[in-house]
């Protein structure tokens, strides 16, 4: 591992946008283009009409594909192929896509990026079956790799990850506020969140030569207090109405103890030392290859700043 390089996570937070967005436009956001097609598209052998009509409803609402931009940004600073760059980020994203799928079902939610959810458009059992084609896919994108003495690795990373993920989504829903700390809610949120956001950043690493103890080490240092940052900004902004769903939220466990005042003002205080913890940990990070989460940090940062107290 590259020690001692000097961290481009100094430079102005302007200047790393400007940076950021311009790439985007060239060609990261080509292979982006990429990854989005294979979300949209089936095997040509299978013709399932409902199925499709389903990807295709999916697809027309993309999101912010921040786990795909984490994995090309890595690919790019590690010299990775386009074609290992475009199956690492194709993984994390229709990854990510079936458990919001699962996710949505799971909490009854009726919208997913300002349109109906997926169940709520076709129905429960349809969007299940929707859900495990995509974690079927990310599988089959696994196959897509140049490197096939990485190919075995690679899977049980992914094995990893989608059963960590299914460890925190199941603590998740059978929570109750009554009896869940703080320190609970720790330990869902990162095991619900860090997984795939770690494995956008794991899988070009891999691919790159750094799979070593050492590199494990460092991954859960900077990916845990990221993913759990990530999570408490979203529950600072959805206070009421994980309130009136029933949603575990760390400033509604945090309220049976304090003020409202007082528990925004502790969770966004709790957001700046994880960040500032996850920050220090990219310097560690080879050939600059966690840039997209310091800017992701930056944004993070920024958001939190907003919630008024």
């Given at each position: 591992m590259a020690k001692g390089v000097l961290?481009?996570?100094?430079?102005?937070?302007?200047?790393?946008?400007?940076?950021?967005?311009?790439?985007?436009?060239?060609?990261?956001?080509?292979?982006?283009?990429?990854?989005?097609?294979?979300m949209s598209t089936i095997d040509e052998s299978h013709d399932d009409r409902l199925l499709s009509q389903m990807i295709q409803y999916h697809g027309t609402s993309q999101?912010?594909?921040?786990?795909?931009?984490?994995?090309?940004?890595?690919?790019?600073?590690?010299?990775?192929?386009?074609?290992?760059?475009?199956a690492a980020a194709s993984i994390v994203e229709t990854l990510h896509t079936a458990s919001l799928i699962h996710?949505?079902?799971?909490?009854?939610?009726?919208?997913?990026?300002?349109?109906?959810?997926?169940?709520?458009?076709?129905?429960e059992g349809p969007a299940l079956c929707a859900g495990d084609f995509y974690l079927s896919k990310a599988y089959s994108h696994c196959a897509d790799i140049s490197q096939p003495t990485q190919?075995?690795?690679?899977?049980?990373?992914?094995?990893?990850?989608?059963?960590?993920?299914?460890?925190?989504?199941?603590?998740?829903?059978?929570?109750?506020?009554?009896?869940?700390t703080s320190q609970d809610y720790e330990t869902i949120a990162i095991n619900k969140s860090g997984p795939l956001l770690g494995l956008a950043l794991r899988i070009p690493l891999l691919l790159a030569g750094y799979d070593d103890d050492e590199t494990q080490v460092w991954m859960k240092q900077c990916i845990e207090p990221f993913a759990l940052s990530y999570q408490i900004v979203d529950d600072l902004f959805?206070?009421?109405i994980d309130a009136e769903q029933g949603t575990l939220n760390l400033v509604n466990l945090l309220m049976r103890d304090m003020s409202s005042q007082e528990a925004s003002a502790y969770a966004k205080a709790r957001v700046e030392l994880l960040l500032s913890q996850a920050r220090a940990n990219l310097a560690l990070v080879p050939n600059y290859a966690g840039i997209y989460i310091d800017y992701c940090i930056d944004q993070l940062q920024l958001k939190a700043q907003q919630v008024k107290i």
């Open positions: 961290s481009p996570f100094a430079i102005h937070t302007e200047v790393k946008t400007m940076h950021v967005c311009s790439i985007i436009k060239n060609h990261i956001g080509d292979a982006l283009a990429l990854v989005q097609h294979n999101g912010n594909a921040t786990r795909a931009l984490i994995s090309l940004y890595a690919s790019d600073a590690l010299h990775l192929r386009q074609q290992d760059a475009v996710d949505d079902i799971q909490d009854r939610e009726p919208h997913r990026r300002g349109k109906p959810s997926l169940w709520h458009q076709f129905g190919i075995q690795r690679l899977i049980q990373l992914v094995h990893q990850s989608i059963t960590q993920t299914i460890s925190g989504q199941t603590s998740d829903i059978t929570s109750t506020d009554i009896r869940t959805d206070t009421q």
